[in-house]
């Protein structure tokens, strides 16, 4: 098998339309040993036509010098742009490394989201993904390759395109979530004891970093707990998914469900100073709703108090006594 440095030279030379019968065989047989020496030569065919378009200006000589501090020296006679390119795209892979060529390209896309901010981001695969606030979605090589594989910390929403050659795959802190093609919620922020998956459409897989988990149906959330177990649940996906949507509607229920709705759409903490709360009913709806706006809302009709500090929210008063004409 060729060494590195005569696998960069036969790359360059592939490129300038410079190789003869053996060295394409040499060559070819080198590019079938490893998915990596694919990889490195579609790297420097990228510089290479960035040489050919951009007339990038290379320091021919000093380049070499780092080239051959270890080989015996190598001399060109520059009587072409050709030979000319062939040396700079060597010299600009050489002086770069094989493996730190991806700096001249973007191969990962990270999108992070701050305080009070929901983001729609359309993936390279024709997918969306909306974004919750303190979030980040990061993917790489535009989604290309056998899986579509992404990063997730935080809370995001997917309506992901269906692929039955190619899964979608979302690597979370605790777990992972894979499907071919579906829409679904999957809360993964970092500091949580838990992670959870709420399935809106379709199929999802729901394991942890061991590969223990279940699959999930419509209507049906998986809860990663702290322990490592996968625990199923049935739900109404739509209500509790309906944060993309920029929507919270609350059509007469009782507080306990109101929590529930504010604690998963803001991602905080709600509790009740006094549990006869829980009883009192509340119905309203908001767009673009600001945490504060749905608060200051309840505490007026329900004539109740709050407080909100950090990611907690308490409900103060006398609350609503159960009773069977209170439904």
Known sequence: MISGEEAHMLMAKKLAKETNSQEDAQLQAWLEDAADNKKAFDELNAIWQRVEEDAIMVDVDAAWQKVNQRTQPKVFTLFSSTVYKVAAAVAVFAVLGIWAVNSLKSTTTTIGTAANEVKK?????????????????????NLEGSTRELSLKGLAFFDVKRDEQRPFIINTPKGEVSVLGTSFEVNAFERDTFERVTVKTGKVKFENKNGDGLELTVNEEGVLTKSGHVIETVVDANELVSWHTNKLTFNNETMDKVANKIAR???????????????????????????NQVLDAISKALQITYVHQANHVTFSGQGCVKNPTNK
Do not use: Q, R
């Open 121 to 141: 981001i359309t993936l390279p695969d024709g997918s969306n993904v909306w974004l919750h606030e303190y979030s980040e979605l990061t993917y790489g090589n």
């Open 265 to 291: 759409y803001y991602h905080v903490k709600v509790k009740f100073n006094n549990a006869d709360i829980a009883n009192c009913h509340f119905t309203g709806s908001f767009e673009n709703p600001k945490m």
